[in-house]
């Protein structure tokens, strides 16, 4: 089956985290809400009401469309999508048609460009739900109305892998920017994928879209089982048809939805409630003198201060560590990549373990600065400062912990030349071993350490063990 | 307000109220111990006024004329309704319509027809039936309507008021239960000028909850004043055959009139105006079919049928029960001018000509300030006298210009037609020149005097 090839494309949805609606004044984060508590007549679509932009969700959907290199009309418009369902209070969306705010992006992926079609701005529907064995449906309408963005990509991606590989990036993208939380998790990133295979330069062959993708994970598995279910309908040489499926994440598979003669006509036109907005240079430069560093600059930045390129990408890509990672450079004295090591190794493995985050631990960037800069300097030994980075996490500072309890390494040569000769004085047979074969230092060394409660630094020991035995 | 009041229940029989709001009664009371006390109130302190049942009006029940709306309580006033009566005005009443605004007779009402104060057996026109005929009737001096296509000048013509439709974006839409949302304008409708001025004084202004509100109102400072060296442009395809006798009599008297108070009357041709009703009837049912999808028995509008039968089939019976004829046909022509192979044939085509008779209007406008026309070629008809809704569509041709152009427009009244029934001119200007019509409105009431708009007491 590995004959065919598939070819992949994506349409994500991030909810922009604005203070309100895109159309009307309620909050737009209800998550975690009581049903229907965050609605007023313009989102409930009560007759009368009237929508008004949110220029806050539009500078969002501008600044991230502008990252992706796409092109920005002078004047965008907003169109209504026609469609009966009780999670659209007005039975239609206002969404964008052939003026949307951005078009032909793309993002880098692995070195190649993923081409984006368009971005656009749009309102989000309520909540359905549908009681087991209840006669009824209930709806929420506490996210109608919250603002969207919709990127859709050009056929580009090649695999599953990749394709989860993109919506990683997009969501590192969009969360540096600070357009959006864009946590699958509680539908604030949300993704379709249109798939079909062929064979390696064919045309292509029919897609199908699947929808309900909860999580990445579900993404590369709906695009693996219907990657395998194509290509063994046309090893058969059958033909796949052009349908809608949806994800069933307890079997593991793609179920139908709906075929292409069951799709709606949604009658875009342009919102008359809405007059087109004029899209300025001055606006563009605004935003773009706004515009955060993004992930692949930052890692370019980190590796050019010497941080290696794995753990370069792995801080650059994460909004919070990459963050957290420029405060505590901005105050440390110790090179990047001690920090960068700490922050992507001890730190995130302590925080993980404990189920933190840098966000909700106490740790400040200025301890885990002077942390390093003890070590680095030779105050404390790696193995110290490893043993005090639960309290420093906890909020304690380094200097602080090392001095109430006495950790600085013992670094003065003759205070420690007569702990060397006393350990030598009693242990003359580990003495005769030591001359005899230099790995036997070792036990001597550890003896030194120990007698000086572990603030010896083992370089200078084992050097003045050395000098001694001549 | 008492005798406002007691005139609005003893015309019961013309069908111009739905809703009849008796608190009317206890504001006015106040205002009344607010003035003894020495306080300034508002210009409109006091005033009654009949408000169009498809603007919302906080806790009074607004039904838009149609069954879908018979338990809808708005929690929210209009913004115009808000700002009327900041500025003292009472709402004694909600008036009748047709259904959504969509009609020219007022037939098309579920709460029954209005009738002509003029005469009952006569349509008052419509779609602001009920206020024209409230106005007409004495009942309240000033009245509330909209117009999408003429719904407020045409019945302003049939009932011998005036009726004003501001340049669009003037006034807010907020409120207002949309029918065709880049085409209707609240309207004014009153017997004298000075009602009409003080009326959209209070209410122009910009409204930052509706988008298409302008961000600063016409200018009203060059309402008043003579005609001396006004221009009027007759438009020449709207002039001639198609009219009644009666109407042609009444566009003569009129030009008499303009030329005797020292306006020269030209003509000028519309060259588009001829499809302007074709174009019309094929956005406004468009952006209706839009509009009206949100009236599907889900939260507030009429629910049919039982929750077994599922969400779709609950959906299509509260629609299919509660729209009249005409809604429903719009609705469906609405849909098939959207629908996908169509649109660049209907919709699309629509708007092009939309442009061009804007376009018309501003070569117009280069040579005259105002463009004349008859409010309707007749004067009001019988009821149930317009079976075919193609004959009743073509009254609308003198109409649909303005809101096609989104120019302002007014219709005056010019004595009377046939059967002794009033008719009225319509006067268009360009877009922000609101004053223009209020200063040719204002000099022919000064010239007909006591004649210019009589109270109809017929009907009592
Ligand atoms: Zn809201």
Redesign the pocket.
Known sequence: MSEFEPVIGLEVHLALSTKS?MF???PAETFGSAPNT???P???GLPGSLPTINRAAFDKALMFALALGCSVPERTQFHRKNYFYPDAPKNYQISQYDHPVGEHGFIELGGRRVGVTRCHVEEDAGRSQHPLYAPYSLVDLNRA?APLLEMVTEPDLRTPEEAREFLNKVRAIARALGVSDANPEEGKLRADVNVSVRRPGAPFGTKVEVKNLNSFRSVQRALEFEIKRQSRILADSGSVRQDTLGWDEGGQKTYLMRTKEGEADYRYFPDPDLPPVRIDAAWLERLRADTPELPDAKEARYVGLGVRADTAALLAYDTELSSFFDRTLKTSGGNAQAVANWLGGDVTGYLNANGLTLETSKLTPEHLARLVDLVERGTISGKVAKELLPDVIGGASPEALVRVRGLEQVTDASALGSVVDAVLAENPKLVDEAKANPKAVNALLGRVIKSTGGKAKPELVRELIVQKLG | MREALARAEAAEGLGAFITLVPEALEKARTLDVRRAAGETLGPLAGVPVAVKDNLCTAGVLTTAGSKSLTGFVPPYSATVVERLEAAGAIVIGKTNLDEFGMGSSNENSAFGPARNPHNPDFVPGGSSGGSAAAVAAGITPLALGTDTGGSVRQPASFTGVLGFKPTYGALSRYGVIAFASSLEQVGVLARSTRDLELALSVMFGHDPHDATSLASPPDLTGAHGDLTGVRVGKVRELCGDGNSEGVLGALARTEATLKALGATVGEVSLPHAPYGTAAYYLVAPAEASSNLARFDGMVYSYRSGEDRLGQAEVMRRSRGESFGPEVRRRILTGTYALSAGYYDAYYGKALKVRRLIAGDMARAFTSYDLLLTPTAPTAAYRLSEKGDPLAVYMGDVDTVLANLAGVPAVSVPAGTAEEGLPCGMQFMAPALQDARLLRVAGALEAAAGKSFAPVAADFL
């Open positions: 609606k009307c004044g309620c965050h609605t007023c313009v989102c409930l109305g």
